[in-house]
Protein backbone atom coordinates (compact mmCIF):
# COMPACT_ATOMS: atom_id res chain seq x y z
CA UNK A 1 0.00 0.00 0.00
CA UNK A 2 1.57 3.34 -1.16
CA UNK A 3 1.57 6.44 1.06
CA UNK A 4 -0.66 9.16 0.85
CA UNK A 5 0.71 11.80 -2.53
CA UNK A 6 1.57 14.83 -1.43
CA UNK A 7 0.06 17.11 -3.80
CA UNK A 8 2.51 20.52 -3.61
CA UNK A 9 1.73 23.79 -2.49
CA UNK A 10 0.83 26.56 -5.49
CA UNK A 11 2.95 29.20 -3.87
CA UNK A 12 6.13 27.37 -3.81
CA UNK A 13 5.26 25.90 -7.27
CA UNK A 14 5.64 29.67 -9.25
CA UNK A 15 8.96 30.31 -9.63
CA UNK A 16 11.28 31.54 -12.09
CA UNK A 17 11.70 28.15 -14.33
CA UNK A 18 12.85 27.80 -18.27
CA UNK A 19 9.40 25.44 -18.51
CA UNK A 20 6.63 24.38 -16.76
CA UNK A 21 4.07 21.82 -18.38
CA UNK A 22 0.40 22.41 -17.91
CA UNK A 23 -1.77 18.93 -17.72
CA UNK A 24 -5.74 19.05 -17.60
CA UNK A 25 -7.28 15.58 -17.32
CA UNK A 26 -10.45 14.45 -16.77
CA UNK A 27 -11.58 10.53 -16.06
CA UNK A 28 -7.80 9.31 -17.67
CA UNK A 29 -5.79 7.55 -14.95
CA UNK A 30 -4.27 5.05 -17.24
CA UNK A 31 -3.78 8.05 -19.91
CA UNK A 32 -2.47 10.66 -17.20
CA UNK A 33 0.24 7.87 -16.21
CA UNK A 34 0.95 7.33 -19.80
CA UNK A 35 1.63 11.38 -20.06
CA UNK A 36 3.59 11.63 -17.04
CA UNK A 37 5.99 8.49 -17.70
CA UNK A 38 6.49 10.57 -21.15
CA UNK A 39 7.50 13.35 -19.33
CA UNK A 40 9.78 11.45 -16.35
CA UNK A 41 11.77 10.57 -19.09
CA UNK A 42 12.85 13.53 -20.26
CA UNK A 43 16.95 15.04 -20.50
CA UNK A 44 17.84 17.97 -21.59
CA UNK A 45 15.70 20.37 -19.79
CA UNK A 46 16.75 20.03 -15.98
CA UNK A 47 14.17 21.34 -13.38
CA UNK A 48 11.06 21.70 -15.72
CA UNK A 49 8.10 21.98 -13.81
CA UNK A 50 4.06 19.98 -14.09
CA UNK A 51 1.03 21.10 -13.16
CA UNK A 52 -1.73 18.98 -13.52
CA UNK A 53 -5.47 20.05 -12.79
CA UNK A 54 -8.00 17.49 -12.27
CA UNK A 55 -11.62 17.12 -13.51
CA UNK A 56 -12.76 14.08 -13.26
CA UNK A 57 -15.98 13.40 -12.13
CA UNK A 58 -14.83 10.93 -9.02
CA UNK A 59 -11.01 10.58 -7.78
CA UNK A 60 -9.15 12.53 -9.01
CA UNK A 61 -6.97 10.58 -11.61
CA UNK A 62 -3.19 11.35 -10.17
CA UNK A 63 -4.17 9.45 -7.25
CA UNK A 64 -4.64 6.06 -9.27
CA UNK A 65 -1.59 4.31 -8.40
CA UNK A 66 0.59 4.39 -12.01
CA UNK A 67 -0.23 7.99 -12.32
CA UNK A 68 1.48 8.64 -8.42
CA UNK A 69 3.71 6.43 -8.97
CA UNK A 70 5.22 8.96 -12.12
CA UNK A 71 4.29 12.26 -10.27
CA UNK A 72 6.85 10.30 -7.65
CA UNK A 73 9.51 9.72 -10.58
CA UNK A 74 9.30 13.35 -12.01
CA UNK A 75 9.98 14.75 -8.16
CA UNK A 76 12.44 11.88 -7.70
CA UNK A 77 14.10 13.29 -10.73
CA UNK A 78 14.27 16.55 -9.83
CA UNK A 79 10.69 18.30 -11.46
CA UNK A 80 8.65 20.03 -9.01
CA UNK A 81 4.85 18.61 -9.81
CA UNK A 82 2.03 20.43 -8.52
CA UNK A 83 -1.41 18.88 -8.70
CA UNK A 84 -4.61 20.82 -8.54
CA UNK A 85 -8.50 19.91 -9.10
CA UNK A 86 -10.70 22.48 -10.67
CA UNK A 87 -14.32 21.83 -10.28
CA UNK A 88 -16.98 22.96 -11.28
CA UNK A 89 -16.08 22.35 -14.88
CA UNK A 90 -16.76 25.66 -16.81
CA UNK A 91 -15.10 24.55 -19.79
CA UNK A 92 -11.51 23.51 -22.05
CA UNK A 93 -10.86 27.53 -22.22
CA UNK A 94 -11.01 28.52 -18.63
CA UNK A 95 -9.32 25.44 -17.48
CA UNK A 96 -5.99 26.49 -19.50
CA UNK A 97 -6.48 29.70 -18.44
CA UNK A 98 -6.66 28.10 -14.52
CA UNK A 99 -3.56 26.05 -15.48
CA UNK A 100 -1.44 28.85 -17.44
CA UNK A 101 -2.09 31.55 -14.33
CA UNK A 102 -0.22 28.60 -12.24
CA UNK A 103 2.77 29.45 -13.82
CA UNK A 104 5.67 31.64 -14.18
CA UNK A 105 8.15 30.17 -16.36
CA UNK A 106 9.50 31.40 -19.38
CA UNK A 107 8.14 28.56 -21.35
CA UNK A 108 4.55 26.80 -20.87
CA UNK A 109 3.83 23.41 -22.88
CA UNK A 110 0.06 23.33 -23.29
CA UNK A 111 -0.32 18.70 -23.11
CA UNK A 112 -2.87 16.83 -23.28
CA UNK A 113 -3.41 13.94 -21.11
CA UNK A 114 -3.55 11.51 -23.50
CA UNK A 115 -0.04 11.87 -25.95
CA UNK A 116 3.02 10.17 -24.56
CA UNK A 117 6.17 11.97 -25.64
CA UNK A 118 9.57 10.32 -27.11
CA UNK A 119 13.09 11.00 -25.22
CA UNK A 120 14.55 14.72 -26.48
CA UNK A 121 10.92 15.96 -27.56
CA UNK A 122 11.28 18.69 -24.83
CA UNK A 123 14.80 19.85 -25.62
CA UNK A 124 14.11 19.95 -29.04
CA UNK A 125 10.85 22.00 -28.66
CA UNK A 126 12.65 24.66 -26.24
CA UNK A 127 15.79 24.78 -28.73
CA UNK A 128 13.61 25.34 -31.79
CA UNK A 129 11.44 28.40 -29.83
CA UNK A 130 14.26 29.84 -28.79
CA UNK A 131 16.12 29.60 -32.11
CA UNK A 132 12.98 31.31 -33.88
CA UNK A 133 11.87 33.45 -31.25
CA UNK A 134 8.05 33.23 -32.27
CA UNK A 135 4.87 32.97 -30.13
CA UNK A 136 4.93 29.26 -29.69
CA UNK A 137 5.82 26.15 -31.51
CA UNK A 138 4.46 22.53 -31.39
CA UNK A 139 4.33 19.02 -32.10
CA UNK A 140 1.38 17.16 -33.64
CA UNK A 141 0.49 14.30 -32.41
CA UNK A 142 1.09 10.96 -34.58
CA UNK A 143 -1.81 8.15 -34.88
CA UNK A 144 0.24 5.27 -34.99
CA UNK A 145 -2.98 2.92 -35.89
CA UNK A 146 -2.68 4.84 -39.33
CA UNK A 147 1.06 4.53 -39.84
CA UNK A 148 0.11 2.05 -43.49
CA UNK A 149 -2.39 4.98 -44.02
CA UNK A 150 -0.68 7.02 -46.61
CA UNK A 151 -2.63 10.31 -47.86
CA UNK A 152 -0.09 12.13 -50.50
CA UNK A 153 -2.65 14.51 -51.39
CA UNK A 154 -2.34 15.92 -47.84
CA UNK A 155 1.50 16.82 -48.07
CA UNK A 156 1.92 19.73 -50.65
CA UNK A 157 -0.01 21.69 -47.43
CA UNK A 158 4.00 20.83 -45.83
CA UNK A 159 5.93 24.30 -46.19
CA UNK A 160 9.08 24.75 -44.23
CA UNK A 161 9.82 28.29 -42.78
CA UNK A 162 12.88 29.50 -44.48
CA UNK A 163 14.27 31.95 -41.34
CA UNK A 164 12.40 33.34 -38.23
CA UNK A 165 8.46 33.12 -38.62
CA UNK A 166 6.63 35.87 -39.10
CA UNK A 167 3.10 36.80 -38.05
CA UNK A 168 0.27 36.09 -40.00
CA UNK A 169 -3.17 36.78 -39.69
CA UNK A 170 -5.33 33.17 -40.49
CA UNK A 171 -8.44 32.90 -41.07
CA UNK A 172 -10.88 29.71 -42.57
CA UNK A 173 -11.12 29.72 -46.38
CA UNK A 174 -7.98 31.34 -46.90
CA UNK A 175 -5.16 28.62 -48.27
CA UNK A 176 -3.05 28.97 -45.05
CA UNK A 177 -6.33 27.44 -42.71
CA UNK A 178 -5.86 24.30 -45.11
CA UNK A 179 -2.67 23.49 -43.58
CA UNK A 180 -4.09 21.62 -40.46
CA UNK A 181 -4.67 18.82 -42.86
CA UNK A 182 -0.96 17.67 -42.68
CA UNK A 183 -1.85 16.75 -39.06
CA UNK A 184 -4.33 14.15 -38.85
CA UNK A 185 -3.70 10.45 -38.73
CA UNK A 186 0.08 9.75 -39.22
CA UNK A 187 0.31 12.13 -42.33
CA UNK A 188 3.24 14.35 -40.82
CA UNK A 189 4.99 10.95 -39.87
CA UNK A 190 5.42 10.32 -43.35
CA UNK A 191 6.21 13.94 -44.18
CA UNK A 192 8.60 13.18 -42.02
CA UNK A 193 10.57 10.00 -43.12
CA UNK A 194 10.41 11.41 -47.01
CA UNK A 195 12.71 14.41 -45.78
CA UNK A 196 14.97 11.75 -44.17
CA UNK A 197 16.37 14.21 -41.50
CA UNK A 198 20.13 13.65 -40.42
CA UNK A 199 19.84 12.64 -36.68
CA UNK A 200 19.45 15.84 -34.43
CA UNK A 201 18.08 17.85 -37.12
CA UNK A 202 14.71 19.55 -36.95
CA UNK A 203 12.55 21.72 -39.29
CA UNK A 204 10.34 24.51 -38.89
CA UNK A 205 7.27 24.64 -40.88
CA UNK A 206 4.20 26.54 -41.42
CA UNK A 207 0.96 25.94 -39.53
CA UNK A 208 -2.74 26.67 -39.20
CA UNK A 209 -2.67 25.63 -35.76
CA UNK A 210 -1.59 22.29 -33.67
CA UNK A 211 -3.47 20.31 -31.19
CA UNK A 212 -2.03 18.27 -28.30
CA UNK A 213 1.70 19.51 -27.62
CA UNK A 214 1.96 23.24 -27.93
CA UNK A 215 5.05 25.01 -26.13
CA UNK A 216 4.26 28.92 -25.80
CA UNK A 217 6.20 31.65 -24.79
CA UNK A 218 4.36 32.39 -21.90
CA UNK A 219 4.95 36.26 -21.93
CA UNK A 220 3.99 36.37 -25.62
CA UNK A 221 0.92 34.03 -25.19
CA UNK A 222 -0.35 36.50 -22.37
CA UNK A 223 0.13 39.68 -24.83
CA UNK A 224 -2.32 37.58 -27.16
CA UNK A 225 -4.93 37.55 -24.39
CA UNK A 226 -4.10 33.95 -23.29
CA UNK A 227 -7.48 31.69 -22.77
CA UNK A 228 -9.32 34.64 -21.02
CA UNK A 229 -11.97 34.55 -23.89
CA UNK A 230 -13.42 31.85 -22.01
CA UNK A 231 -15.61 34.27 -19.94
CA UNK A 232 -17.51 34.56 -23.76
CA UNK A 233 -17.97 31.25 -24.15
CA UNK A 234 -20.94 28.63 -22.99
CA UNK A 235 -19.42 25.83 -20.84
CA UNK A 236 -19.40 22.90 -23.65
CA UNK A 237 -17.09 24.28 -26.37
CA UNK A 238 -14.09 23.09 -28.25
CA UNK A 239 -11.07 24.76 -30.41
CA UNK A 240 -9.77 26.55 -27.44
CA UNK A 241 -6.59 25.89 -28.45
CA UNK A 242 -7.67 26.92 -31.97
CA UNK A 243 -8.55 30.35 -30.72
CA UNK A 244 -5.01 31.26 -28.48
CA UNK A 245 -2.97 30.04 -31.42
CA UNK A 246 -4.86 31.84 -33.84
CA UNK A 247 -4.38 35.28 -31.66
CA UNK A 248 -0.84 34.16 -31.19
CA UNK A 249 0.26 33.75 -34.78
CA UNK A 250 -1.45 37.26 -35.54
CA UNK A 251 0.94 38.77 -33.00
CA UNK A 252 4.17 36.73 -32.86
CA UNK A 253 3.99 33.86 -35.35
CA UNK A 254 4.42 30.96 -34.60
CA UNK A 255 5.54 27.40 -36.40
CA UNK A 256 5.27 23.46 -36.23
CA UNK A 257 8.52 21.27 -35.49
CA UNK A 258 9.30 18.56 -37.47
CA UNK A 259 10.19 15.77 -36.41
CA UNK A 260 7.28 15.02 -33.88
CA UNK A 261 8.44 13.29 -31.04
CA UNK A 262 4.21 13.15 -29.82
CA UNK A 263 2.06 10.42 -30.41
CA UNK A 264 -1.51 10.01 -29.55
CA UNK A 265 -2.90 7.26 -27.38
CA UNK A 266 -6.12 6.89 -29.51
CA UNK A 267 -8.42 7.15 -26.67
CA UNK A 268 -12.00 8.02 -26.54
CA UNK A 269 -12.50 11.76 -25.98
CA UNK A 270 -13.67 12.79 -22.59
CA UNK A 271 -15.04 15.79 -24.02
CA UNK A 272 -18.72 14.39 -25.45
CA UNK A 273 -20.51 17.33 -25.35
CA UNK A 274 -19.27 20.29 -28.20
CA UNK A 275 -21.89 22.47 -29.16
CA UNK A 276 -19.72 25.66 -29.88
CA UNK A 277 -16.36 25.75 -31.86
CA UNK A 278 -14.56 28.66 -29.18
CA UNK A 279 -12.60 30.22 -32.55
CA UNK A 280 -15.63 30.92 -34.03
CA UNK A 281 -16.99 33.37 -31.31
CA UNK A 282 -13.22 34.63 -30.84
CA UNK A 283 -13.17 35.29 -34.52
CA UNK A 284 -16.51 36.37 -34.60
CA UNK A 285 -16.11 38.85 -32.14
CA UNK A 286 -12.52 40.20 -33.42
CA UNK A 287 -14.12 41.02 -37.39
CA UNK A 288 -17.13 42.30 -36.30
CA UNK A 289 -17.62 45.57 -38.16
CA UNK A 290 -16.86 48.47 -34.85
CA UNK A 291 -18.65 51.54 -34.73
CA UNK A 292 -17.31 54.64 -36.20
Not at 150 to 179: D, F, K, L, S
Not at 203 to 231: H, N, Q, T
Not at 252 to 281: I, K, N, Q
Request: proline content about 8%; some cysteine; aromatic content about 6%.
Amino acid sequence: MSRPLDLGAAEQFRAERLLDVLVPTRNRPAELAVTLSGLAAQEGVPGFGVVVSDQSDGDPAYRHPAAATMVRTLRHRGHPVLLTRRLPRRGLAEHRAYLLAASTARYVLCLDDDVWLEPGTLSRLVSAIQELRCGFVGNAVHGLSYADDVRPETHRHYEEWAGRPTPERIRPGTPQWHRASIHPAANLLHVTRKLDLPPGAWRAYKISWIGGCVLYDRAKLVDSGGFDFWRRLPQRHQGEDVAAQLAVLARHGGAGVLPSGAYHLESPTTVTERDVEAWEVVLADEDAPQPA
